[in-house]
């Protein structure tokens, strides 16, 4: 079964910084690339990062410069990084698996963590 738990989420001043971390259960870590996605209220789920087995990045303009994502294939673990917060990235953050179509059938998502920016 596989399992993608968030951790990390929080209130956190403006222009500090948090650390997400997501953790995957079983083989699908390895064969996948992994996403960070967010969630506003009344708003849509937006891609913030992804990275490839790899370890290839990719970026929203939003957060370039401000977010960093990482992966530890050892210990199946993602995270993203993310400094100069701003009121604008409260959010939910969600965890994504992308995996290869070969062995698996479709994306896995987390539960998610939320992330409140506020003074």
């Known amino acids: 079964q596989v399992q993608l738990v968030e951790s990390g989420g929080g209130l956190v001043q403006p222009g500090g910084s948090l650390r997400l971390s997501c953790a995957a259960s079983?083989?699908?870590?390895?064969?996948?690339?992994m996403g960070w996605y967010r969630q506003a209220p009344e708003k849509q789920r937006e891609l913030v990062a992804t990275i490839s087995r790899g370890g290839w990045t990719n970026y929203a303009d939003s957060v370039k410069g401000r977010f960093t994502i990482s992966r530890d294939n050892a210990k199946n673990v993602v995270y993203l990084q993310m400094n100069s917060l701003k009121h604008e990235d409260t959010a939910v953050y969600y965890c994504n698996a992308d995996p290869d179509r070969r062995y698996y059938d479709r994306d896995y998502w987390g539960k998610g963590t939320l992330v409140t920016v506020s003074s």
């Open positions: 079983g083989s699908i870590f390895s064969l996948s690339v």
